[in-house]
Every structure is written in C-alpha cells, then in structure tokens.
C-alpha cells in the first residue's frame, strides 16, 4: 500500500525555537497533504490542508504565522512551528491524497504517516 | 453536539468475542472512513465506505446513509487488535476534509 512517512518523529525542543517536521510520499505523487495536531486523549484536530505550489488553507483558529506549511513538490510537505511554546507540545500527525492513475493510490484514500511527537520545554 | 459520535468510547473485551463500534454522524457525507490508531501514535486506513459493506479480513463495515450511521465490525477479536478506532466522515462531493469521531478505546484480554 501506500506510505507516507514523518521526520523526525520525536523532538524537544527549547521553547522559543523552531521546529521542522517533514511529511513524504514515499510512493506516490500527493496532489493535496493535510496536517493534523492530537492532544492527549482526544481525537485529530485539522489544521490546514496543503495543496503542492499553493498557499496552504488553514483551518479557523490555526495561526499560519506560527504553523508555517510548505508544500513544494508532489512529494513532500513541511510544517514548521515558529517560535515554540510549551502549549505547542503536541503529536502532528500527516495525511497525503493521491493523483489518480493506474500505478496511484486512490484519490479518495487519505494515506496518514506516522507522527511527530513535539515537546515543548 | 459533535458532528460525528462514535460508541462506546471505552471497551474491554475477551479474546475470541464479536467487536461492534458504532458511529453516527449529523452531516452530509461523500464517504465515511475508519481508521486505527496504535498506541505508539501511528495511523492506519481501514476502510472508506460510501454504502454498503466492505470486509478485509476479520474486519467488517457498514454504512446505512439513510440513518447517518456505519459500523466496525472485528471478528474473533486478539489482542493484536487492541488501539483506538476512530471514524471519520468525509464531507461533501470532491471534498478532502475529515470530521473525526472522538475515537474508540479497544481492549482486548488473553
């Protein structure tokens, strides 16, 4: 099946730095990636939707100076949190859609990679 | 209310028992997903369904679009099938968003 992977998937970081997380199609070409954030105990909340060589479309209440998304191939999307607090500490999680064709995933499956777990100190 | 409620929010369970978790959901929907969620974080697709029923291996789901509601199915439960199932309902024609459901804890004993 389809993969999409996350780097890193952990990190702590000092708070007020900047963190960099990578979200990759391994074997396929995402048309649109969508990042997620969990806290504990409660389900995916999202973000923003990422569309390749377009701005990204963030959800009400996501602050897109601080989540910043690039999306700047078909096989990659990176969201970086700028200027990191503790409240930021989270699990991000990536989805990826794919382009319809014999050798693609379905365009209607959203293939998740596997989290970044971020810690704010 | 949440657009999207999945039942029961916690169940433990025997191995070898028949698993149901439920979702109902308020919205107009294209598909309904459901997905598994390990306790290392880590996400799977299980199932997007539109109508009917689709089945891989010991997992079953349904979906009945008049009464807004679809359910997951685990036969011969193992422990192995321990995580959290969440269902997400996929809204409108050509669109990507998902509204998640809260998400089933599934324990399962030896």
Known sequence: ?121 | KNEVEQSPQNLTAQEGEFITINCSYSVGISALHWLQQHPGGGIVSLFMLSSGKKKHGRLIATINIQEKHSSLHITASHPRDSAVYICAAQRGEGAQKLVFGQGTRLTINP
């Not at chain 1, 959800?59 to 191939?73: C, M, P, R, T, Y």
Request: glycine share 6%.
């Open chain 1, 1 to 121: 099946g389809a993969v999409v992977s996350q780097h890193p998937s952990r990190v702590i970081c000092k708070s007020g730095t900047s963190v960099k997380i990578e979200c990759r199609s391994l074997d396929f070409q995402a048309t649109t990636m969508f990042w997620y954030r969990q806290f504990p105990k409660q389900s995916l909340m999202l973000m923003a939707t990422s569309n390749e060589g377009s701005k990204a479309t963030y959800e009400q209440g996501v602050e897109k100076d601080k989540f910043l998304i690039n999306h700047a191939s078909l096989t990659l999307s990176t969201l970086t949190v700028t200027s990191a607090h503790p409240e930021d500490s989270s699990f991000y999680i990536c989805s990826a859609r794919g382009l319809a064709g014999a050798l693609s995933p379905s365009t209607d499956t959203q293939y998740f990679g596997p989290g970044t777990r971020l810690t704010v100190l």
